[in-house]
């Protein structure tokens, strides 16, 4: 199994069900194996989910999706 050097990912993410927005850095570590890539996604030195597959950090609600980052104008 081979493993990448960590990078450090910032998200921007939406809740779909009271459209509140919030952003966060992740360290992301990618594993090379047989079966494929695999993400494991860090968030103070602790392992965590995807942040596709997170909560809203104000209602709750499981329909996050993750913002596009766009460069200023």
């Known amino acids: 199994m081979a493993t990448q050097e ?7 993410m939406l809740c779909q069900r009271c459209n509140h927005t919030w952003g966060a ?4 570590r990618t594993l090379h194996d047989d079966a494929g ?3 494991l996604f860090y968030r103070g030195g602790a392992p965590t989910i ?3 597959a997170g909560s809203c950090p104000d ?4 329909r996050v999706r993750i913002l596009p980052n766009h460069a200023p104008a």
Do not use: F, K, M, N
């Open 6 to 12: 960590p990078v450090t990912r910032q998200y921007r």
């Open 25 to 28: 850095t992740y360290v992301i």
């Open 37 to 39: 890539d695999h993400e």
């Open 50 to 52: 995807d942040p596709a």
């Open 59 to 62: 209602c709750g609600g499981l």
